[in-house]
């Protein structure tokens, strides 16, 4: 019984919610926790609660997804580097080689980091795919980013 709840979960989120459009996806999430799984019964607590986690984070994930790729587009950066310069935080993959993705960027001037470095994120993969591994590394990436300061 548990598998089958799972393999619905996995493909709402996988084919519904990762279709919808950024701002909508977030608010759609909120409805559905808040007053579909009656979310609002939790009282003032579980309102904020609801609103931040519900919505307000994900709309934040959605809004430096947009930001990444709109930068890699601007820039012709892969994933990686654009996770880094946008956000200033260090994405290594980590693959069966331990090896580390190399990418070319026009880092101009307007380079967001500025040569700051930034907490180190690990993520399984190539990161060849720029849709949901931009918004998977992101969405890490911006807890990593909260819960970590710069190193010194």
Not at 14 to 26: D, I, K, W
Request: glycine letters at 14%; proline letters at 5%.
């Amino acid at each position: 019984m548990g598998g089958k709840q799972a393999g619905v979960k996995r493909w709402l989120k996988e084919v519904v919610y990762a279709r919808l459009p950024g701002g909508f996806r977030a608010f759609a999430y909120f409805f559905y926790r808040y007053v579909l799984r009656l979310g609002f019964l939790d009282g003032r607590a579980g309102t904020a609660f609801h609103f931040l986690q519900g919505y307000w984070y994900r709309y934040l994930v959605d809004a430096k997804v947009s930001e990444v790729e709109q930068y890699m587009v601007d820039s012709g950066c892969k994933v990686q580097e654009a996770i880094e310069l946008v956000l200033g935080v260090r994405v290594d993959l980590v693959q069966m080689s331990a090896s580390r993705v190399e990418g070319t960027c026009n880092r101009g001037a307007g380079s967001p980091v500025a040569g700051q470095p930034g907490p180190t994120l690990a993520l399984p993969g190539n990161g060849a795919r720029v849709g949901a591994g931009v918004k998977n590394a992101v969405g890490v990436a911006t807890g990593a980013a909260q819960s970590s300061p710069h190193p010194q």
